[in-house]
């Protein structure tokens, strides 16, 4: 079975415009025969930034979880985060060197003063980021996703309350609220702290899930399961929410990324993570006064929130591409030659 | 129109009010009013968590504890506010708010004025050029800007940006020149992938642009100018008369004549009026009163000049001299601002490290006017350049796309077939209707901005409201907290409402339905 793409143009009807013919002959001989969801995957795969972001951070993720060991299971690195040893350079500067030959030694990123493996320290950070940057993005996408839902399904005063709600929640700054929250919520886990940050940034997906379902619902599909008997329940998330799935997942990326820079930021004014558990906000917050003796304490944890925020925001940016139907993948010029030729082939 | 705008206003205040009630019970929760007791030993600590007790009415219920601040806070509106008291400090809120206030909003306005016009003109330049590698490298760098964490860089700042700029400025003897080489290529590549054109310009532009970098530079290094930092008369005829030449080329082109003699005269005058000006500056004290006044009197002698200039279009010479007199206006101030600055790093109190890391004024700085400024403006650096590091990303990558978007549209299709050329398409047809959204965009980054702000002004000891509201957060005084989040709200909702309100009147397809 083949389902066509609805935006192709037939090469043949504006021979005198050659380049869009050539953008629309080369897409859709490439999207000739796929389903949708195989087109978006397809635009994904070949979105290069997106790509080097989702190897990026599977590789962070990776060795952040494997050289710590999640839980009991122990990892590979010799050292933890808590636990002290002598100091092996002076001022525990990073023993790796790149003179032959090239060996890392036993404190790449250096120590602190107490003599705490700095790079412990970092993969323990980045595990715990990264699993709150996790919980906060599932959160809001529950929350925001019921919200925009109920309230772009049933509109009425159902909309009204949740849109004063969502009102109510974005009034002000996300980090006020959230340093609020997560004074309440210090002493306990990490995860306690991802659920309640949730809470606090679904309100730009409700309102976009919110749009998408008011359009969706006066759609002739939604009617015919109407008339067959399904129940509102039903319609929303087994007819509705399929359709409203591309907002749902770029949109919930997006967040994420935003989610790891103010749990950072919460960390670094003292109302995200509390210690004994580290996370790359905090070990910037209690080092930044070490950056003119000890800089690479301040540097690898900055380094590590950078690198996951950019790898998300660009996966982010290529699931946008690559749901958006009028996102048209530039060719590459070897291939608008291609095309061009064949064009002219097929005139002769 | 205006029953819309009641109606907003009620609901809005009315979703307000259920927020200070909900966070008010959530603070009551999360804050530990007894933190400073904890850990005392003193024998009768009873009595202190007993005296504490009453000082902060906590054996009432809160629910009626809010209604009572509420009440206090309702004062407000017949001029007996009562925000409550900072118990730790035993200061009265209304005054703490008093400086935080000022000094918030001269943190956010500079900010998102500079952050809204460079955001613009590379957003739209980077949506001009689509897919080339200017487009690429301002994508790459907008993602980059949206990760940084704000904290991170404004570490990275102090450091650099002050202390060893610092440093440098104490003793400018440069080491070796490949940095300099370095950002004036950088220079020259970033103006060649702007500036665009065939290959034969886009190597011009690389040429010129690099060298015009250079040459600034060593003369700023040769010419002790770092010692002795001025614009001087030169500066302003030859900053005005490329001005002039750059708002003629962006508003009707340089081949409309009567647009440029319109503008190079209006930067003649100002440079005529440069020392006269001087000697007003010296004989009258001055304050924002005058400086506001004699920005009108130049406004309204440029636009003057642009109408005496007559032509088919005289408001659009009058358009195009108006912005130019804002820069020679701007150019003239900056001027006399520099004119302290050899007496400013001299006094004791900055004893010759003029960038500032920390606070919003030094302290024991007596001077007039202008010394006064240069000081803000010295403190007001760094956190600017945190706060606008971010809040440029959003606009550029929102101008990028709404530009791209509109030049799609059909309308702009037939005002090129009409024959008009690209920069008319691009500056009227174009970019005017790119930037109507903008309208509603930039409100909602404000809020971003406060929240920003939050965490620049602690980390640079920058005496505002976010300062404000972490210290209390720190210290559990409600009062002040609430009061911060009081305001904030208002502050939202009016932005919220002008944006509503501006778009209504500049969107003629906005139906405003009561």
């Known amino acids: ?348 | 129109m205006l029953k819309f705008i009641l109606k907003r206003l009620l609901s809005t205040v009315l979703v307000l009010l259920v927020v200070t009630f909900v966070l008010y019970l959530l603070l009551n929760a999360a804050l530990d009013f007894f933190w400073d007791l904890r850990s005392s030993t003193s024998p009768n600590i009873e009595s202190l968590y007993e005296s504490r007790r009453r000082l902060l009415d906590l054996d009432t219920p809160a629910v009626v504890r809010y209604f009572k601040w509420l009440a206090g806070v309702g004062g407000c509106a017949i001029g007996q506010c009562d925000l409550g008291i900072a118990w730790k400090s035993g200061q009265e809120v209304t005054s703490q708010l008093q400086g935080a206030i000022v000094n918030t909003i001269k943190l956010i306005s500079a900010a998102t004025i500079i952050a809204i016009v460079l955001g613009v003109a590379v957003g739209m330049i980077s949506a001009i050029r689509q897919y080339s590698g200017f487009d690429y490298f301002i994508t790459f760098v907008s993602f980059l800007l949206y990760s940084l964490p704000v904290f991170w860089v404004a570490v990275l700042l102090k450091q650099w940006g002050a202390i060893e700029i610092n440093n440098f400025l104490s003793d400018p003897q440069i080491e070796t020149w490949l940095p300099i080489i370095a950002v004036c290529l950088a220079m020259g590549l970033f103006w060649m992938g702007a500036l665009g054109g065939s290959r034969n310009r886009r190597l011009i532009t690389f040429a010129a642009a690099t060298l015009i970098t250079f040459v600034t530079i060593y003369y700023i290094l040769a010419s002790g100018w770092l010692q002795q930092p001025r614009i001087g008369i030169v500066g302003v005829v030859l900053i005005g008369a490329g001005t002039a030449i750059v708002m003629t080329f962006l508003s009707t082109g340089l081949r409309n004549k009567r647009v440029l003699y319109a503008t190079l005269t209006v930067a003649g005058i100002g440079a005529l009026l440069y020392m006269p000006l001087q000697y007003l500056f010296y004989y009258q004290e001055m304050n924002w009163l005058w400086m506001v006044g004699l920005l009108v009197v130049a406004i309204v002698i440029a636009v003057g000049v642009g109408l005496a200039f007559k032509g088919p279009d005289p408001w659009d010479t009058a358009r195009t001299t108006f912005f130019t007199v804002l820069v020679i206006a701007v150019l003239i101030f900056a001027d006399r601002v520099l004119q302290e600055w050899g007496r400013y790093s001299a006094h004791p109190a900055i004893n010759n490290r003029p960038i500032a890391t920390i606070g919003a004024s030094a302290p024991n700085v007596a001077g007039d006017f202008w010394m006064a400024n240069l000081d803000s403006f010295t403190h007001l650096l760094l956190p600017s350049i945190a706060l606008i590091l971010i809040s440029f990303a959003s606009y550029t990558r929102y101008t990028r796309g709404s530009m791209l978007e509109v030049m799609g549209q059909d309308y702009i299709r037939t005002a090129r077939a009409k024959g008009l050329n690209e920069r008319t398409v691009v500056m009227r047809h174009a970019l005017r209707n790119a930037l109507l959204p903008l309208a509603s965009i930039i409100p909602v980054d404000i809020i971003t901005m406060v929240g920003g702000a939050v965490i620049t002004e602690t980390i640079f000891g920058w005496n505002g409201m976010g300062k404000l509201f972490i210290d209390s957060m720190h210290r559990s005084e409600i009062d002040p907290i609430m009061a911060y989040i009081v305001i904030t709200g208002i502050f939202a909702i009016i932005a919220n409402l002008v944006a509503d309100f501006l778009y209504a009147v500049l969107d003629p397809r906005i139906r405003v339905n009561a």
């Open chain 1, 1 to 348: 079975m083949s389902i066509r793409n609805d935006n192709q143009t037939p090469t043949d009807e504006a021979q005198d415009i050659p380049a869009e013919v050539k953008d629309n002959g080369i897409e859709a001989k490439e999207t000739e025969g796929l389903s949708q969801g195989r087109i978006v995957l397809r635009k994904f795969l070949r979105h290069k930034g997106a790509m080097i972001g989702v190897i990026v951070f599977a590789f962070i993720a990776l060795f952040a979880y494997s050289a710590l060991g999640i839980g009991p299971i122990p990892g590979w690195w010799i050292h933890n985060h808590t636990s002290s040893g002598p100091v092996v350079n002076p001022g525990g500067a990073p023993t790796w060197s790149l003179s032959e030959p090239f060996s890392l030694g036993e404190h790449p990123f250096g120590q602190d003063e107490i003599g705490r493996d700095n790079f412990a320290m970092v993969m323990k950070g980045t595990q715990i980021s990264i699993m709150v940057m996790l919980i906060i993005g599932a959160v809001s996408l529950v929350i925001g996703t019921i919200v925009g839902a109920l309230a772009g399904y049933y509109r009425g005063w159902i909309d009204s309350v949740l849109m004063r709600v969502t009102d109510g929640v974005i009034i002000l700054p996300t980090i006020v609220v959230g340093a609020i929250l997560g004074k309440l919520v210090s002493g306990t886990s990490g995860a306690m702290l991802g659920v309640v940050l949730g809470a606090v940034l679904w309100t730009s997906l409700a309102r976009l899930v919110r749009g998408e379902f008011m359009s969706l619902r006066e759609r002739e599909f939604v009617d015919s399961a109407r008339v067959a008997g399904a129940s509102d329940f039903r319609i929303m998330f087994k007819h509705m929410l399929p359709n409203a799935m591309g907002v749902i997942i770029v949109n919930t990326t997006l967040l994420m990324s935003q989610a790891i820079v103010l749990e950072a930021a919460l960390s670094y004014l003292g109302f995200g993570i509390q210690p004994p558990d580290v996370s790359l906000g905090r070990l910037i917050s209690e080092y930044q006064t070490a950056f003119a003796t000890r800089p690479w304490l301040f540097w690898w944890p900055g380094l590590f929130i950078i690198l996951i925020a950019l790898c998300v925001n660009f996966i982010g940016d290529g699931l946008r591409d690559a749901f958006d139907p009028r996102m048209k993948t530039i060719p590459s010029w070897r291939k608008m030659k291609k095309a061009e030729r064949m064009a002219q082939k097929g005139a002769k």
